[in-house]
Nanobody, 127 residues
Framework: EAQFVESGGGLVQAGGSLRLSCAVS????????IGWFRQAPGKDRWEREG???????????HYADSVKGRFTISSDSGLNTVYLNMNNLKPEDTGVYYC?????????????????WGQGTQVTVSS
């Protein structure tokens, strides 16, 4: 079973920045991606939106249209720890951000089904 250590959430004013980090261990997948989903306030679990991910195979990245140009995902070598730099944050970025591990396509769109979920971290952006 995968173990997650997530950090970096918090409260920030609109226009500000936050950095999420996620260290994952204890899983065995040969071709996977690590990234984040977010669940907006009042939304159900199946409405979680894939925000961004990075591939273990070739380092390619994916970003939801709503965060392109503002968020940047990166990792250390070996994808032991993944980071999400979030700039120019908007109130609509508010939600619980869940680190996850799964196939790359699981992070595209909503209601993705990655293999493993982290415990989530709260991000609140005030207007």
């Amino acid at each position: 079973e995968a173990q997650f250590v997530e950090s970096g959430g918090g409260l920030v004013q609109a226009g500000g920045s936050l950095r999420l980090s996620c260290a994952v261990s204890g899983f065995s997948l040969s071709d996977y991606a690590i990234g984040w989903f977010r669940q907006a306030p009042g939304k159900d679990r199946w409405e979680r939106e894939g925000v961004s991910c990075i591939s273990s195979r070739d380092g390619r990245t994916h970003y939801a249209d709503s965060v392109k140009g503002r968020f940047t995902i990166s990792s250390d070598s070996g994808l032991n720890t993944v980071y999400l730099n979030m700039n120019n944050l908007k109130p609509e970025d508010t939600g619980v951000y869940y680190c996850a591990v799964g196939v790359f396509l699981a992070f595209v769109g909503k209601n993705g089904n990655p293999d493993y979920w982290g415990q989530g971290t709260q991000v609140t952006v005030s207007s």
